[in-house]
């Protein structure tokens, strides 16, 4: 028998159940009482007989496409955030849904972005995802609001969809704790100038940690450059070569692995060997730049697969009637960021 041939009815001969239970197991029956070993049987007679929905007639049934459609500001270009999509689209498989993609630049004004989303909504996308490359506030196209969607590493002005983000808080305070676990007492934090929540976030955090284990987090230097190697660089020479060597910073907190980077070669410059003279913990865990600097970062990892699965997870539960979004849309859901160890840690001469 052909796999063009085979039809449900020979699915439940092979399960040696109903037609019924066949169908109310591979379409994922919400209200369905079947045991999971029933289930399990009716999926791998499916296997085995190479059978799969009619997916045509399931859209007819359902007014479901079992298409998402993922609006992906510049994500698709960066392998960093591109874990993002990873985790949205092997959500969406598992779940039986495929995920249509279109990039749009982070400098796409509001009309293209609105086009963007009006392109897949004509392709009948179930629901959206509206991913950005780093977390913060962002204008949405109103055409949004016409199908259910989730914000991934960002959140709505002035709107409640509903959005997860990292935990910038968290994630900041596991980087300077790893800093003041390894007896620093004299830590410098190189930030970002971009008006982000990241850039306020990990401020206020590295500010609260080092004032709770007894430190003046009013008065430790801060300097701020853009986030690039270069800046990184620029800010890390400005702490390091203050006059008054006494106050001068044992270990750097640095916004992110590329400014991480640019204090690497700082140190270097000036004579300073990490982690020997110098710790140095990054933000991001970027794996082309942490685990490749000689010594490895020490980093605090963004979420972005969890962000793009979990997005995925919720979307589907609310297209399939199982979840109500509005009630998660009043504040963004908040997943953790990891410290990852790697050697540009250790104790202060």
């Known amino acids: 028998m052909s796999s063009k041939n085979i039809g449900i009815k020979d699915v439940a001969v092979a399960a040696g159940v109903s037609v019924t239970t066949v169908s109310h197991v591979l379409n994922e029956v919400s209200y369905a009482r079947i045991s999971s070993e029933t289930r399990d049987k009716v999926r791998n007679a499916a296997e085995e007989l190479g059978y799969g929905p009619n997916r045509l007639a399931q859209a007819l ?132 100038t971009d008006d982000v929540p990241a850039t306020r976030q990990r401020l206020q955090a590295f500010r609260a940690m080092l004032t709770e284990a007894g430190l003046d987090g009013d008065a430790a230097p801060v300097e701020s450059e853009v986030s690039e190697v270069h800046g990184g660089y620029a800010a890390a020479k400005r702490i390091l070569s203050w006059e008054d060597r006494a106050d001068v910073p044992t270990a750097l907190f640095c916004y992110n692995d590329r400014m991480a980077m640019g204090a690497y070669r700082a140190a270097a410059e000036l004579g300073l060997s990490i982690p020997k003279d110098l710790s140095v913990v990054g933000f991001d865990d970027q794996e082309l730049i942490a685990a490749n600097l000689y010594p490895g970062l020490t980093t605090v990892a963004l979420p972005h697969y969890e962000m793009g ?19 998660m849309a009043l504040h963004p859901t908040v997943l953790g960021c990891p410290l990852v160890r790697r050697d540009s840690v250790a104790a202060p001469r």
């Open 309 to 327: 699965a979990w997005a995925t997870d919720h979307l589907i539960d609310a297209i399939e009637g199982k979840e109500d979004l509005s009630l």
């Open 61 to 192: 049934r359902t007014q479901r496409t079992g298409m998402l459609g993922l609006v992906s500001e510049e994500i698709a270009t960066t392998p960093h955030a591109g874990r993002i999509i990873l985790g949205a689209d092997e959500a969406a498989k598992a779940r039986g849904y495929n995920l249509m993609i279109i990039n749009t630049p982070g400098s796409a004004s509001l009309e293209s972005r609105q086009a963007d989303v009006q392109a897949l909504l004509e392709r009948r996308v179930d629901g959206i995802l509206y991913a950005t490359m780093y977390h913060r506030n962002v204008e949405l196209p109103r055409n949004l609001e016409n199908v259910p969607s989730v914000l991934v590493d960002s959140v709505a002005i002035g709107g409640n969809i509903t959005a997860v983000v990292p935990d910038e808080d968290g994630g900041a305070r596991a980087a300077v704790g790893a800093l003041l676990d390894a007896g620093h007492t004299r830590i410098g934090f190189i930030n970002n």
